[in-house]
């Protein structure tokens, strides 16, 4: 049979689960409070259900510890890119706070915060500012989702809040026409031509033409999960997407290929 005390001005609660006695604060100077805290332990523990005195107390700063253990466990390249978002971005927002009290809104307001951020570049003369990206907020939300749900594995948080994303709009630009492509090839050395006509043909970024064809990955039957989301109509811009090597029109394309 559970009870409860007072300590002071705060009301606690005191209840057993196997026989042993377990005592939590209700955090609260009202006795209402700490005996309906008292009914929801005693439930949880009748339904068999896990009982942690902490659940939901942790705050972001030691959720955010948790997160990087975990990169530095698992040997994630990114620990440092993630240490610099959490200690420049994340804590001087959301430091302090326990995890549970924030919400959605709050993310909304961190959104407004780092688009009214400038960036700065070098100094004196050569000194440039620029607004931060969409792609760059949608990082830090991500980690920020990343500490909720980490948390809530870990048993120390019930709920994790919708945490919006923005709609980045990093669409390829500056492509070239074909009597130009032909030019630049005259002057480039036979060796990486190929590549050249290969990335003009796709339309790929660099990095990702080289990380699909430098690890002998077969342009017919392409087995990288990246590989799928090139297969997409459309680009994140909305505009339609060069044709893959496994269409219909690529195979009509290749014979007309620069070289």
């Known amino acids: 049979m559970g009870m409860t005390y007072q300590r002071g001005a705060v009301w606690w609660v005191k209840y057993y689960r196997s026989g042993r006695p377990m005592r939590e604060s209700s955090g609260s100077t009202k006795e209402s409070d700490a005996i309906q805290l008292l009914k929801i332990r005693e439930g949880d523990i009748a339904h068999g259900l896990p009982v942690n005195p902490k659940l939901n107390r942790i705050r972001f700063d030691e959720a955010a510890e948790d997160l990087k253990t975990e ?13 610099r978002r959490i200690r420049l971005h994340l804590l001087p927002h959301f430091g302090g706070r326990r995890l549970a009290t924030i919400t959605t809104a709050d993310a909304n307001t961190f959104i407004l915060k780092r688009r009214a951020d400038v960036m700065v570049f070098a100094e004196g003369e050569d000194r440039t500012e620029r ?10 939300l991500t980690t920020l989702k990343r500490i909720f749900n980490l948390a809530r594995q870990n048993g120390k948080l019930t709920y994790v809040p919708h945490i919006p994303m923005l709609k980045e709009r990093n669409v390829r630009t500056g492509f ?8 630049i090839l005259a002057h480039l050395p ?20 080289c990380c699909r064809c430098s690890g002998g990955t077969s342009i017919s039957r392409p087995a990288s999960s990246a590989w799928t989301r090139t297969r997409r109509r459309t680009t994140k811009g909305g505009h339609f997407r060069s044709p893959t090597p496994s269409s219909r029109s690529w195979r009509l394309r290749r014979p007309n290929m620069i070289g």
């Open 176 to 183: 070239f026409e074909r009597e130009q492509i032909a030019r």
């Open 131 to 140: 607004r931060v990206s969409n792609g760059e907020i949608n990082r830090e």
């Open 71 to 83: 990169y530095a466990v698992n040997g994630r390249r990114s620990a440092d890119e993630l240490e």
């Open 190 to 209: 036979p060796a990486i031509r190929p590549a050249v006509q290969f990335a003009y043909v796709t339309g790929w970024r660099i990095r990702a033409r």
